[in-house]
């Protein structure tokens, strides 16, 4: 049920948040993004995204993940507030 | 350390996520005291530890297991936690949480409640919960999962009193069964279909609660499925893959990602009548303006390596005066020794064992106490501030580029410290390929015991410049340890980098109390060693200097003179082909401080005197190849236990024997050729 609209999270720029729509990818990547707390529904924002790993805030954790990690999280956009 | 089971005694495991304060607690609890680190993995051993309880004086076991997310089993330290879990049935599980992070805390409790009752809930950092105002009704959290749950403070050592009673409680009464989830009606009827199948199997009913192993087949964890389709008879077996395959069909995606979502909604639906959260905007933290520096595309690695430098300076300037002072300190107690004993009209022989046995091989390994104990506080510092998970992170892409992981930096950075606990530290690498590579370069990385090599010689030949030439041996080891791993990689265990997924910890001030038990409890491994095997070494090559009787004490015609002889000519090449350096060496493979111990047995001096005793038989160049050597050699007996231990094959173990001894041997013969040909010997 991948949503329209949803991109992956590797595309958002810093500051920008987005709810996590789906998690698609391999099993191994799955288990460990939603060991993590990358589950369906829940808020995510960006804190850095230009060079190495992606640093995002998730449930007030910091978490950083590579970019084929985040390839994975397909989220849809909130609109800035 | 297996301890005896009677049946007075209760075995309690403990679990939790990393960064949950599970080893603080296990810690407060038992007094064992051992490493706390702010990534997976650094609990990979299986610490056990010892609780008397005070009222019923009933003793305890305590089993500190790996940090860990869930029970997926995809990183060796999961697996490691649900073996023990499936295998040894502690009588008590304590699930510490994070009280704050409830959200993901959960995730791994109710795995865990599935698959046995027996918990007991440790809702830690309760102080914070507290202080941010979040609203949690406990008693609600309890009934509703259906287990026990104590309030604590784990640094403060608040509410474990309780703890152990309540734990001790459930120890001794029977339990009901482990937690049902609804997984909705699809993963349900499949469930239904294949409990029956694995129940048919008295082995796996036998060691597995079967509805959690159902669900385990589902999710398609690799290791329970490749058990499971072991043990099913043919038929059994057809049909639990049609029921699998049947289920991904109805569900139109990975059952493993509808189970875990249902879990997560089974969690939420509790969360939203147990927590109340104050509005809290995720705002920008301290910590996160930090990392905008400290994590910096740019300014990154700069800083990285800044700190690096600062760990050595902060090193060498706090330990080379102790060291000083344990010098004069050991030199007048081999003199008065020495003195006293004669006038005892002890016989020489005996006499020469204390002193240039004992007290001068031991007191060469102690005076590098000093820096060897700072190098450790920084390393501590470094892990409980937090940065040692943005070392990992920035240090990723340069990893990537030798084809390992931004954590297999982590080992190596404590291979610095001691290689064998770095060698355990691989257990975190989820991929086969990045692990057996991190476990054959992290030897190179220079170690405490190898700086006391160094601190020496450098100190000897190169006064002027001995905190430049160490730096140098370092990178060097540095540099090695890249070009190996590129190799293996490239050639020898190739195959895919498992994904970077990391947790950034807070920073935090490191409490003083604990930073100096950490590095207490690090550094005293060296001093035992320093009093057991270093003794026993020493007294064996002080044997071996004195037979066959009638030898003159430590000359070529004694033992170790002719085995010294032997190797001399292979390293001859190496500017440093002397019976002497040939035993020292020799000597070093057994723990690399004793090159200290055997250089001061066989020139016959004290500590004080090594120095001015070596450079009559080296040349600077020599010396440097000689620490090359030293460097790059043969890992010392722990780490090959170690090495062999985590690779599990001899085979392997052995080549990497044999390679680190023909990099360290080359590279020897080529420092000093190259160096003679530019006119430096």
Redesign the interface.
Same mark, same amino acid.
């Given at each position: 049920?991948s949503a329209r609209n949803a991109v992956p999270l590797a595309l958002l720029r810093p500051n920008e948040q987005g709810v996590i729509a789906d %998690?698609v990818g391999g /099993?191994? =990547?799955?288990? +460990? $993004? $939603?060991? $993590?707390?990358f /589950? +369906?529904g829940r808020e995510v +924002?960006v804190?850095?995204n230009?060079?190495?790993?992606l %640093?995002v =805030?998730l449930?007030?954790? +910091? %978490? =950083? $993940?590579?970019h084929?990690?985040a390839q994975k999280v397909l989220v849809r956009l909130s609109c800035p507030s | 350390m297996e301890l005896a089971h009677t049946t007075q005694t209760v075995t309690i495991a403990v679990a939790g996520n990393p960064n949950s304060g599970k080893t603080t607690l296990f810690n407060a609890l038992t007094g064992l005291r051992h490493r706390v680190g702010n990534w997976p993995g650094v609990t990979v051993e299986k610490k056990e530890g010892r609780y008397r309880d005070p009222t019923s004086g009933r003793e305890v076991i305590l089993v500190d297991l790996p940090g860990i997310y869930g029970l997926g089993a995809y990183a060796e330290d999961e697996r490691v936690a649900r073996d023990y879990l499936v295998g040894e049935r502690p009588d008590v599980l304590i699930n510490v949480v994070d009280a704050t992070n409830l959200e993901r805390n959960l995730f791994l409790t109710v795995q865990l409640l599935e698959l046995t009752p027996r918990v007991v809930l440790a809702l830690n950092m309760w102080d914070e919960v507290e202080a941010r105002g979040i609203k949690i009704r406990t008693d609600l959290l309890s009934e509703r999962l259906g287990v026990l749950a104590v309030l604590t403070v784990a640094t403060k050592k608040q509410g474990l009193d309780t703890l152990m009673e309540v734990a001790l409680d459930v120890a001794s009464h029977s339990v009901r069964e482990p937690l049902r989830i609804d997984y909705g009606p699809e993963v349900e009827e499949a469930l239904t279909r294949l409990v029956p199948l694995l129940e048919s199997v008295s082995e796996l009913a036998t060691k597995y609660p079967l509805r959690w192993l159902a669900v385990k087949y589902l999710e398609g964890d690799e290791h329970l499925v490749r058990e499971v389709e072991d043990k099913l008879p043919r038929e059994a077996l057809a049909e639990a893959r049609a029921v699998r395959a049947h289920l991904r069909e109805r569900l139109g995606e990975d059952p493993e990602v509808v189970i875990a979502d249902r879990r997560y909604a089974f969690i939420e639906r509790i969360l939203c009548d147990v927590v109340e959260r104050p509005q809290e905007v995720d705002t920008l933290t301290f910590s996160d303006r930090l990392d905008r520096i400290l994590t910096h595309r740019i300014w990154g690695i700069p800083i990285f390596l800044l700190l690096m430098f600062l760990v050595f300076e902060f090193t060498f300037a706090l330990g080379n005066p102790l060291s000083d002072l344990l010098e004069e300190a050991f030199s007048w107690l081999g003199d008065a020794t020495g003195e006293y004993l004669t006038d005892l009209g002890v016989h020489d022989t005996v006499v020469s064992l204390v002193t240039n046995g004992i007290i001068n091989g031991v007191g060469a390994v102690v005076v590098f106490f000093p820096p060897i104990f700072f190098m450790f506080l920084a390393i501590a510092l470094l892990e409980d501030s937090g940065y040692m998970a943005r070392a990992a992170y920035v240090m990723d892409r340069f990893m990537r580029a030798i084809g390992l992981h931004g954590k297999s930096f982590i080992p190596m950075l404590l291979g610095f410290g001691c290689n064998v606990p770095a060698i355990l530290a691989t257990r975190t690498l989820e991929s086969r390929a990045d692990r057996l590579t991190t476990i054959f370069v992290t030897p190179f990385m220079s170690c405490t015991a190898r700086l006391a090599v160094f601190v020496l010689l450098a100190g000897a030949f190169f006064p002027d410049h001995a905190g430049l030439v160490v730096f140098s041996l370092y990178l060097l080891g540095i540099v090695v340890a890249v070009a190996v791993a590129k190799f293996l990689r490239t050639f020898v265990f190739t195959g895919e980098s498992a994904p970077f997924i990391l947790e950034l910890p807070p920073y935090r001030f490191p409490d003083v109390r604990t930073l100096l038990l950490h590095t207490w409890d690090r550094a005293k491994g060296f001093l035992r060693k320093a009093g057991t095997i270093i003794v026993a070494i020493v007294i064996l090559i002080w044997a071996l200097g004195n037979l066959p009787p009638g030898v003159e004490e430590y000359s070529e015609e004694s033992y170790i003179g002719r085995i010294g002889r032997a190797v001399a000519p292979v390293l001859a090449p190496a500017g440093f082909g002397t019976w002497e350096a040939g035993v020292a060496l020799l000597a070093g493979v057994l723990a690399k401080e004793t090159v200290n111990s055997a250089f001061s047995a066989v020139y016959g001096v004290d500590p004080a005197e090594l120095g001015t005793a070596l450079a009559d038989h080296f040349t600077p160049l020599a010396a440097y190849a000689f620490m090359v050597m030293t460097l790059l050699y043969i890992p010392c007996a722990a780490t090959i236990a170690a090495i062999r231990q985590e690779t599990q094959s001899w085979k392997l173990t052995l080549i990497a024997l044999v390679f680190t001894t023909l990099i360290g041997y080359t590279l020897a013969v080529l420092v000093y050729q190259i160096g003679r040909l530019l006119g430096l010997a």
């Amino acid at each position: 049920m991948s949503a329209r609209n949803a991109v992956p999270l590797a595309l958002l720029r810093p500051n920008e948040q987005g709810v996590i729509a789906d %998690i698609v990818g391999g /099993t191994e =990547a799955n288990v +460990r $993004l $939603l060991e $993590l707390g990358f /589950t +369906r529904g829940r808020e995510v +924002r960006v804190l850095k995204n230009d060079f190495g790993p992606l %640093i995002v =805030a998730l449930n007030g954790q +910091r %978490i =950083a $993940l590579g970019h084929g990690m985040a390839q994975k999280v397909l989220v849809r956009l909130s609109c800035p507030s | 350390m297996e301890l005896a089971h009677t049946t007075q005694t209760v075995t309690i495991a403990v679990a939790g996520n990393p960064n949950s304060g599970k080893t603080t607690l296990f810690n407060a609890l038992t007094g064992l005291r051992h490493r706390v680190g702010n990534w997976p993995g650094v609990t990979v051993e299986k610490k056990e530890g010892r609780y008397r309880d005070p009222t019923s004086g009933r003793e305890v076991i305590l089993v500190d297991l790996p940090g860990i997310y869930g029970l997926g089993a995809y990183a060796e330290d999961e697996r490691v936690a649900r073996d023990y879990l499936v295998g040894e049935r502690p009588d008590v599980l304590i699930n510490v949480v994070d009280a704050t992070n409830l959200e993901r805390n959960l995730f791994l409790t109710v795995q865990l409640l599935e698959l046995t009752p027996r918990v007991v809930l440790a809702l830690n950092m309760w102080d914070e919960v507290e202080a941010r105002g979040i609203k949690i009704r406990t008693d609600l959290l309890s009934e509703r999962l259906g287990v026990l749950a104590v309030l604590t403070v784990a640094t403060k050592k608040q509410g474990l009193d309780t703890l152990m009673e309540v734990a001790l409680d459930v120890a001794s009464h029977s339990v009901r069964e482990p937690l049902r989830i609804d997984y909705g009606p699809e993963v349900e009827e499949a469930l239904t279909r294949l409990v029956p199948l694995l129940e048919s199997v008295s082995e796996l009913a036998t060691k597995y609660p079967l509805r959690w192993l159902a669900v385990k087949y589902l999710e398609g964890d690799e290791h329970l499925v490749r058990e499971v389709e072991d043990k099913l008879p043919r038929e059994a077996l057809a049909e639990a893959r049609a029921v699998r395959a049947h289920l991904r069909e109805r569900l139109g995606e990975d059952p493993e990602v509808v189970i875990a979502d249902r879990r997560y909604a089974f969690i939420e639906r509790i969360l939203c009548d147990v927590v109340e959260r104050p509005q809290e905007v995720d705002t920008l933290t301290f910590s996160d303006r930090l990392d905008r520096i400290l994590t910096h595309r740019i300014w990154g690695i700069p800083i990285f390596l800044l700190l690096m430098f600062l760990v050595f300076e902060f090193t060498f300037a706090l330990g080379n005066p102790l060291s000083d002072l344990l010098e004069e300190a050991f030199s007048w107690l081999g003199d008065a020794t020495g003195e006293y004993l004669t006038d005892l009209g002890v016989h020489d022989t005996v006499v020469s064992l204390v002193t240039n046995g004992i007290i001068n091989g031991v007191g060469a390994v102690v005076v590098f106490f000093p820096p060897i104990f700072f190098m450790f506080l920084a390393i501590a510092l470094l892990e409980d501030s937090g940065y040692m998970a943005r070392a990992a992170y920035v240090m990723d892409r340069f990893m990537r580029a030798i084809g390992l992981h931004g954590k297999s930096f982590i080992p190596m950075l404590l291979g610095f410290g001691c290689n064998v606990p770095a060698i355990l530290a691989t257990r975190t690498l989820e991929s086969r390929a990045d692990r057996l590579t991190t476990i054959f370069v992290t030897p190179f990385m220079s170690c405490t015991a190898r700086l006391a090599v160094f601190v020496l010689l450098a100190g000897a030949f190169f006064p002027d410049h001995a905190g430049l030439v160490v730096f140098s041996l370092y990178l060097l080891g540095i540099v090695v340890a890249v070009a190996v791993a590129k190799f293996l990689r490239t050639f020898v265990f190739t195959g895919e980098s498992a994904p970077f997924i990391l947790e950034l910890p807070p920073y935090r001030f490191p409490d003083v109390r604990t930073l100096l038990l950490h590095t207490w409890d690090r550094a005293k491994g060296f001093l035992r060693k320093a009093g057991t095997i270093i003794v026993a070494i020493v007294i064996l090559i002080w044997a071996l200097g004195n037979l066959p009787p009638g030898v003159e004490e430590y000359s070529e015609e004694s033992y170790i003179g002719r085995i010294g002889r032997a190797v001399a000519p292979v390293l001859a090449p190496a500017g440093f082909g002397t019976w002497e350096a040939g035993v020292a060496l020799l000597a070093g493979v057994l723990a690399k401080e004793t090159v200290n111990s055997a250089f001061s047995a066989v020139y016959g001096v004290d500590p004080a005197e090594l120095g001015t005793a070596l450079a009559d038989h080296f040349t600077p160049l020599a010396a440097y190849a000689f620490m090359v050597m030293t460097l790059l050699y043969i890992p010392c007996a722990a780490t090959i236990a170690a090495i062999r231990q985590e690779t599990q094959s001899w085979k392997l173990t052995l080549i990497a024997l044999v390679f680190t001894t023909l990099i360290g041997y080359t590279l020897a013969v080529l420092v000093y050729q190259i160096g003679r040909l530019l006119g430096l010997a």
